[in-house]
């Protein structure tokens, strides 16, 4: 048996399997995009309480979205 021979391989991967790697890329990009958002707004912001109001409504918004995601990736 040669060890880099892929014919030996068995790569099952199903509908499920991917859903949830996609889901996993997604929420690793959504957390880097949100940690520098965050950053951009509390260095650039002039007033406190509107860096607050927009996290808020970001993360009201976003949230349940990558909710959803989670719950049809986990779920399929």
Do not use: R
Request: glycine residues 2%; hydrophobic residues 55%.
């Amino acid at each position: 048996m040669d060890p880099f021979s892929l014919s030996d391989t068995n790569l099952n991967f199903s509908l499920s399997d991917l859903a949830q790697l996609i889901f996993y890329c997604i929420a690793i990009i959504y957390i880097v995009f949100t940690a520098v958002i965050h950053y951009h707004w509390k260095t650039y912001s002039t007033e406190i309480s509107m860096i607050g109001l927009t996290f808020t409504i970001y993360a009201a918004v976003t949230l349940p979205l990558l909710i959803l995601m989670a719950f049809i990736a986990f779920t399929i």
